[in-house]
């Protein structure tokens, strides 16, 4: 049950839609594996793609005096704290990889296509200008 990317999530910042679309990857080796000597540093990947790619989608954010830079920003500490939660309950030897998998799903299938297609429109509309 992996999560498809598609181009159409591309927001229009390459290297955003780069982060995003690795981010994907993390979350389909993740979905796809049941061997914990994979799924233990995939998840620490993903902790830090995530972290990394939310800090240059806000940064542009932030250029861009984007309106919605408060509750998006909220939103992805949201998903990063969880993350790391669960992250924590693997370095202390129990993984609940359905919980995992829920919140990367759910980010992958909804807050990309509706949240960051948001921030896509609005990027689009500043460059055309």
Not at 71 to 89: E, K, P, V, Y
Not at 90 to 105: S, T, W
Not at 118 to 129: D, H, M, N, V
């Amino acid at each position: 049950m992996a999560v498809e990317w598609l181009e159409s999530y591309k927001i229009g910042d390459a290297a955003v839609d780069a982060m995003q679309e690795k981010l994907f990857e993390l979350t389909n080796t993740f979905l796809t594996s049941d061997d914990l000597m994979v799924l233990r540093p995939v998840i620490v990947s993903l902790c830090k793609q995530a972290r990394v790619q939310f800090e240059l989608e806000e940064a542009l954010m932030r250029r861009l005096d984007y309106p919605e830079l408060a509750a998006h920003a909220a939103q992805h500490q949201t998903l990063l704290d969880r993350l790391i939660g669960r992250s924590m309950d693997v370095g202390k030897g129990y993984m609940n990889k359905p919980a995992i998998a829920e919140l990367m799903r759910d980010w992958c299938e909804r807050h990309v296509p509706e949240e960051d297609a948001k921030l896509g429109q609005f990027l689009a509309s500043r460059q055309a200008a």
